[in-house]
């Protein structure tokens, strides 16, 4: 079924499955629990989503740079994903918005660790030919896990009479299964590790010494993050459409069923075909997909919208990865993905700001029309491309 791609690969689809599984049924309440509940305004959850992104970001370069030196990724994934399952019970004992920003934080804090020693990891392990279908499958495993996720938020809701906070702690499950998985089944082989080096420590020769087309790469990735602003404007441009509060995570489920079921496949389109036609394909169909969102014709055309912007990541997300690992050279997989995931990373901090700020000054349309503004550079950029 996997068609030849290695168990490490699989094994760390299913660890996103369960991570994602526990992050997406207690954020695809946050944003209603955060404005409705303690009324902070739309603003403010920009700034909330941006910042626990941002505050991993130099996390992501030195634990990729880490992984290099001591040539060793496993232990910095199961650090990574560690402190984002620590970090879930904060979510139903929070009494304000200091502790879920806290946890929030944290919980991102570890993705910052584990992000680009698992990427590394994946290229470390897999052939060349298979690159975007491992990358791909990854994609879809964690997007299934973001399906399952809101799903159970909406059914728990229902049976649990509302009760959010006992919603959450169901959370706190799939995130130590995703621990006990690396630990049993993540395997490092000797001959695929990078050679270790004497210092750990970050040095500014070490992120000057990646080739020119992997800042291509780079540069391309800041792009298209900054035209994918925060999921959680979606949840509240359905909220504003009048969805009911106990049936605004389906929205999350409607897109990352779209995701799950086109990343696997348009992994193998793009080592197929090619990953840039894919990619200029994909960030076409985030304008569209804004256009859409940026009208208010009813339901129908916003579920439209809801299941392009799920499709346009199932086109970019791994394609963007396969393409670092492409580029990159393979004692410094580690660096080039940190750097990635770091400038992606500020790159959404300034998109997250910029849309609640167009939100609450001039209402949900212009955050979504900058939005199809900042994907349409982007598909120019990549057909620039050289």
């Known amino acids: ?210 080739p020119p087309a992997f800042w291509r790469v780079a540069w391309l990735g800041a792009l298209l993050s900054l035209a994918r602003f925060s999921e959680a404007f979606l949840l509240l441009r359905a909220s504003d459409m009048g969805l009911p509060a106990a049936q605004v995570p389906l929205v999350l489920v409607v897109l990352n069923v779209a995701y799950a079921l086109s990343a696997w496949p348009l992994g193998h389109v793009s080592d197929r075909l090619g990953r840039r036609g894919l990619l200029v394909a994909g960030l076409a169909v985030l304008v569209i997909a804004d256009l859409l969102l940026a009208l208010d014709p009813g339901r129908w055309a916003f579920g439209a919208g809801i299941l392009l912007w799920g499709l346009h990541m199932g086109a970019t997300q791994g394609v963007i990865a396969a393409m670092v690992a492409d580029v990159a050279p393979a004692s410094m997989r580690g660096t080039a993905f940190g750097v990635l995931h770091c400038s992606s990373a500020v790159a959404l901090l300034l998109a997250s700001v910029m849309a609640g700020g167009l939100w609450s000054l001039v209402g949900a349309p212009a955050t979504f029309v900058a939005g199809a503004v900042f994907a349409l550079m982007a598909c120019v950029a990549a057909m620039l491309r050289s």
């Open 1 to 210: 079924m996997f068609r030849g791609l290695p168990r490490t690969v699989i094994a760390l689809g299913l660890v996103s499955l369960c991570m994602d599984t526990s992050s997406e049924l207690i954020h695809s309440l946050l944003p209603l629990y955060l404005v409705a509940g303690l009324g902070v305004s739309a603003g403010f959850l920009g700034l909330v989503e941006g910042l626990s992104e941002a505050t991993a970001s130099l996390m992501r370069v030195f634990a990729g740079v880490l992984s290099d030196r001591v040539g060793k990724r496993k232990p910095l994934i199961l650090a990574g994903y560690g402190l984002a399952a620590l970090s879930k019970p904060l979510f139903p004992l929070a009494s304000g918005v200091g502790t879920v920003l806290l946890a929030r934080v944290a919980d991102r804090i570890g993705k910052g660790i584990r992000g680009a020693p698992r990427d590394a990891l994946l290229a470390d392990v897999t052939p060349e030919a298979l690159r975007g279908a491992a990358y791909g499958l990854r994609q879809s495993l964690d997007t299934v896990g973001a399906v399952i996720g809101p799903l159970a938020a909406v059914l728990l809701m229902t049976v649990m009479d509302g009760d959010i906070r006992a919603v959450l702690w169901a959370g706190v499950v799939p995130a130590a299964l995703a621990v006990l998985l690396i630990v049993l089944l993540v395997q490092e082989p000797e001959h695929t590790r990078p050679a270790p080096r004497r210092s750990a420590g970050l040095r500014r020769h070490d992120i000057a010494a990646l």
